[in-house]
């Protein structure tokens, strides 16, 4: 049963991949046997990654890009094939957050978190599709967030950019279901790192979450690989919520 989980020989591009989840997601793929390419604002944090990967004895290099810039995400692929030659798994998860309510939302950071969280999915979910769709094979993972589903005060742009990123994730799915390419997201909780430290609600938002506790990184580990491996082969358009419950309370 553990060849369904196995990633060896896949080529694998994680964006956000500097620090937080997505520096423990690209460190899970390559612990799976995925060569991992990864992709941050800020070079010198993914190459860290990178160096973490390789001293492990992966197979990794670094890229930078900004998700939400059209010519950046076309340099981030082509780098990525001229080095691996193809790409298997695509995990969308740059994403960034301004905590703000509406009234005081200036227009500018209303702007970039759906420029980074919406529009980055879109540009590099496309400028991938080629390769997919010429493997007519693929996983595409896009991280949203329980704040797609569940709305709080202070979210707005966030909130309404994780919602968006749920359904563009069910259009692509279909788009690309007869080229035999797996769209889906994962929607994470609260887990530990830069978003969440300095969160004034936390109190109430520890309350809500059923398990009792904020996630370790690491904790994303199982629906990461079930969601880029052979064992999701028949899962597609579905977002997989790692919540500790939340979305049920
Ligand atoms: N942490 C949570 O509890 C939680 C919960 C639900 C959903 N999420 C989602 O999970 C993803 C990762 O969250 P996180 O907590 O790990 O965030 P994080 O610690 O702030 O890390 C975000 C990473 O994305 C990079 N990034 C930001 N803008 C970018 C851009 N325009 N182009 C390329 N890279 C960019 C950052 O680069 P720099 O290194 O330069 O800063 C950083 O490496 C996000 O989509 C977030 O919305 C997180």
Not at 5 to 25: D, P
Request: proline content about 3%; charged content about 20%.
């Amino acid at each position: 049963m553990q060849d369904i989980f196995n990633l060896s020989g896949k080529v694998a591009l994680v964006t956000g991949a500097g620090q937080g989840l997505g520096s423990v997601m690209a460190q899970i793929l390559a612990a799976a046997g995925a060569s991992v390419v990864c992709a941050s604002r800020t070079l010198k944090k993914a190459s860290e990654v990178r160096d973490s990967i390789l001293q492990k004895g992966g197979s990794s290099i670094s890229l930078q890009v900004d998700v939400g810039q059209e010519q950046s995400v076309a340099n981030m692929v082509r780098q990525t094939l001229e080095e691996y030659g193809t790409i298997d798994i695509l995990i969308n998860n740059a994403g960034i957050n301004h905590r703000e309510l509406c009234v005081n939302m200036t227009e500018e950071q209303w702007d970039e978190v759906m420029r980074v969280n919406l529009k980055g999915i879109f540009l590099c979910s496309r400028a991938v599709g080629p390769t997919l769709l010429k493997n007519r094979q693929g996983k595409v993972i896009n991280i949203t967030s329980v704040i797609g589903s569940q709305a709080l005060p202070t979210r707005g742009p966030y909130s309404s950019s994780k919602a968006a990123v749920i359904q563009f994730t069910k259009v692509l799915a279909l788009e690309w279901a007869p080229y035999n390419i797996n769209v889906n997201a994962i929607g994470p909780g609260y887990f530990k790192g830069r978003m969440n430290d300095s969160l004034k609600d936390a109190e109430a938002i520890l309350q809500r979450i059923p398990l009792g506790r904020m996630a370790e990184p690491e904790e994303l580990a199982g629906a990461l690989i079930f969601l880029s491996s052979q064992a999701s082969d028949y899962v597609t358009g579905q977002t997989l919520f790692v919540d500790g419950g939340f979305l049920c309370s």
